[in-house]
Nanobody, 127 residues
Framework: QLQLVESGGGLVQPGGSLRLSCAVS????????IAWFRQAPGKEREGVSC????????YYKDSVKGRFTISFDYDKNTLYLQMNNLNAEDTAVYYC????????????????????WGQGTQVTVSA
């Protein structure tokens, strides 16, 4: 059983940066997927980035490649999302999510793969 708690959201101007954190309570399974999703008002929740425990290859949604960086601090058991060069289209509630199985794929297209979710943190990009 995992508990995920996000933090780090806020209001930022276009072109600015934010770093989101997701504190993970519990131990991740081997190659368990942990990801960031986001949901903008009136839109479906979409996958942004994913990484697997002990397999640090990252996966990104095309529109955030080169701007966002996902990472996991094993000492702190915390997932991060560094977001640079933010624009208005990045405005959304950002959620941390984890799959419940070992060797799970990093599938950003299917939110139903993920069994554990945080409560979300709001990111607003506005001048």
């Amino acid at each position: 059983q995992l508990q995920l708690v996000e933090s780090g959201g806020g209001l930022v101007q276009p072109g600015g940066s934010l770093r989101l954190s997701c504190a993970v309570s519990g131990s991740l399974l081997e190659h368990q997927s942990i990801a960031w999703f986001r949901q903008a008002p009136g839109k479906e929740r979409e996958g942004v980035s994913c990484i697997r425990n002990n397999d640090d290859r990252p996966y990104y949604k095309d529109s955030v490649k080169g701007r966002f960086t996902i990472s996991f601090d094993y000492d702190k058991n915390t997932l991060y999302l560094q977001m640079n060069n933010l624009n208005a289209e990045d405005t959304a509630v950002y959620y941390c999510a984890a799959d419940g199985e070992m060797f799970s794929p990093c599938d950003l297209s299917n939110l139903y793969e993920y069994d554990y979710w945080g409560q979300g943190t709001q990111v607003t990009v506005s001048a």
